[in-house]
T-cell receptor, first 111, second 113 residues
Framework: DQQVKQNSPSLSVQEGRISILNCDYT??????FLWYKKYPAEGPTFLIS?????DKNEDGRFTVFLNKSAKHLSLHIVPSQPGDSAVYFC??????????FGQGTTLQVKP | NAGVTQTPKFQVLKTGQSMTLQCAQD?????MSWYRQDPGMGLRLIHY???????DQGEVPNGYNVSRSTTEDFPLRLLSAAPSQTSVYFC????????????FGDGTRLSIL
């Protein structure tokens, strides 16, 4: 039973346009959500997070939106840059420290 | 400024062999964890520790043992390697086990023949 799902294995966008990565979850106990970025042969690096008491968090070009009623979150990257090409994982936690990850979405930003 | 250090980076084992994957962090983090990454599966939690002397199981603990004798180190042991344990293993740490980002090492790529 996949508690965190990223239904799009891959996404391709043009440089300068918006990238939108989506994530759905099923466990209503999750109260903290994170996005990680992963380059080949490296570990995941933390990108941005959001608490369930908020519906939006912004950090530079990255914005995460949370829709609790739909159990859905999304990561917006504006404008997208070729260096953003990587695998993006969403993860969720119920204040236990245990992170439940989605399957990942491979983003390709074309110059 | 090492962060989370994992050794080795690559390893090939034969079925039935044993091995220990090393993980060390220099950030004085209390919480440490081990994940495995498989194609199409994301990262899955194997074992975790909330402090020295305290460990617990994650989603996929079978076939793995851990111990936490110091704050800095959290080794993962495969007692009898099986081909199903072929994967990329990541160690992570954070200050506490609550809602906060975890810092990951660069992984150990393990192949079991």
């Amino acid at each position: 039973d996949q508690q965190v799902k990223q239904n799009s294995p891959s996404l391709s966008v043009q440089e300068g346009r918006i990238s939108i990565l989506n994530c759905d979850y099923t466990n209503s106990m999750f109260d903290y959500f994170l996005w990680y970025k992963k380059y080949p042969a490296e570990g995941p690096t933390f990108l941005i997070s959001i608490s369930s008491i908020k519906d939006k968090n912004e950090d530079g070009r990255f914005t995460v939106f949370l829709n609790k009623s739909a159990k859905h979150l999304s990561l917006h990257i504006v404008p997208s840059q070729p260096g953003d090409s990587a695998v993006y994982f969403c993860a969720a936690s119920a204040n236990t420290g245990k992170l439940i990850f989605g399957q990942g979405t491979t983003l390709q930003v074309k110059p | 400024n090492a962060g989370v250090t994992q050794t080795p980076k690559f390893q090939v084992l034969k079925t039935g062999q044993s091995m220990t994957l090393q993980c060390a962090q220099d950030m004085n983090h209390e919480y440490m964890s081990w994940y495995r990454q498989d194609p199409g599966m994301g990262l899955r939690l194997i074992h975790y520790s909330v402090g020295a002397g305290i460990t617990d199981q994650g989603e996929v603990p079978n076939g793995y043992n851990v111990s936490r004798s110091t704050t800095e180190d959290f080794p993962l042991r495969l007692l009898s390697a099986a081909p199903s344990q072929t994967s990329v293993y990541f160690c992570a740490s954070s200050y506490t086990g609550g809602n906060q980002p975890q810092h990951f090492g660069d992984g150990t790529r393990l192949s079991i023949l």
